[in-house]
């Protein structure tokens, strides 16, 4: 973890005046393109949600400012994001895991799934890693295609962490497939052109997915 220097950083002013507000954060969706992805899960044992949640912590991790988080002596920057994401009980309710993550999309999605089952049935709701700095807080709504979603906020005064969200993935078009994404990150830490570089760079992985073997 590295510490910001305010003193010198260029986003400063803007820190010091969105962190004060009630809700200093900002949303943007957009829809993506999953075609690759989709083709990849249909001709491997890879399955959408952990190849998405990869997809989504490969672009986060090269975003800089999905990096950044508040503490009490201002601003760090992490080493790279942990997933927080919610999984559905038996009983039809969710949970919350997170999961460590690699490079490697196979062992992510892996391990990715020992933690959720791990989670899946407590019978309590899990916020045992809600005090980690790197965690990046993941929904998915996959029995409906939205448009943009809301969040609850804790009012936390240090609560800084990014929010992704993803709804239901959808045929286009005959072979075409795409979802609304949704980023909501600290506006203190982040501007739209923060949010713009995430999309792209999501984008740009989900479009490499087509070259990997099945």
């Known amino acids: 973890m590295e510490r910001i220097d305010l003193s010198t950083w260029a986003r400063r002013p803007h820190y010091e005046f969105f962190r004060g507000f009630e809700r200093p954060f900002f949303d943007v969706a957009t829809r993506i393109d999953l075609t690759p992805l989709v083709e990849l899960t249909r001709r491997s044992t890879l399955r959408l949600f952990p190849s998405l949640l990869h997809s989504v912590c490969v672009a986060a991790n090269a975003t800089d400012a999905l990096r950044l988080r508040l503490d009490d002596e201002g601003v ?19 949970n919350y895991a997170t999961a460590p ?9 892996r391990e990715l799934g020992e933690h959720a089952d791990r989670s899946r049935n407590l019978p309590e709701l899990f916020l045992g890693d809600d005090h980690r700095l790197d965690l990046v807080y993941i929904t998915s709504m996959p029995w409906l295609d939205f448009q943009s979603i809301s969040h609850a906020f804790s009012g936390q005064p240090l609560d800084s962490a990014p929010r992704i969200a993803w709804g239901k993935v959808v045929e286009v078009e005959p072979g075409r497939h795409e979802a609304t994404f949704q980023l909501t990150v600290h506006h203190a830490l982040a501007d739209g052109r923060d949010a713009a570089i995430f999309f792209e760079q999501l984008n740009t992985r989900i479009q490499a997915l087509a070259d990997l073997p099945g």
Not at 78 to 84: K, L, N, R
Not at 101 to 109: E, G
């Open 101 to 109: 993550f690699t490079d490697d999309l196979a062992r992510f999605s």
């Open 76 to 94: 760090v920057r992490v080493a790279q994001v942990t997933p927080s994401f919610t999984v559905m009980s038996d009983r039809g309710t969710f």
